[in-house]
Nanobody
Framework: QVQLVESGGGLVQAGGSLRLSCAAS????????MGWFRQAPGKEREFVAA????????RYADSVKGRFTISRDNAKNTVYLQMNSLKPEDTAVYYC?????????????????WGQGTQVTVSS
């Protein structure tokens, strides 16, 4: 069993920053790729960012490229999402997910474990 717990969400003004954290437990965290997804009201869950097992490879959705940075600390079993220059359209529930592969993947069906989500609201 794998547990993922997100934290760091909140309310921020447009142009501001937030850093999300996801603490993992229950298996060897460093063996697997991790990802962040988000879901806005009335919309489908969408890929945001992913990082490989060793952190050397990352991938981003076009909508967040240059503004968001994903990173991981395998010693702390934690993955982060630094979000800068936030826009109102970034408002969503953000989910951390753990893949069953080592390599970066973007499809949500390739992620086996999910956190409960953390709300990010960006006001204009």
């Amino acid at each position: 069993q794998v547990q993922l717990v997100e934290s760091g969400g909140g309310l921020v003004q447009a142009g501001g920053s937030l850093r999300l954290s996801c603490a993992a437990s229950g298996r060897i965290f460093s063996n697997y790729a991790m990802g962040w997804f988000r879901q806005a009201p009335g919309k489908e869950r969408e890929f945001v960012a992913a990082i490989s097992w060793h952190g050397g490879s990352t991938r981003y959705a076009d909508s967040v490229k240059g503004r968001f940075t994903i990173s991981r600390d395998n010693a702390k079993n934690t993955v982060y999402l630094q979000m800068n220059s936030l826009k109102p359209e970034d408002t969503a529930v953000y989910y951390c997910a753990a893949s069953n592969t080592r390599l970066v993947v973007t499809a949500y069906n390739l992620y086996a474990y999910w956190g409960q989500g953390t709300q990010v609201t960006v006001s204009s």
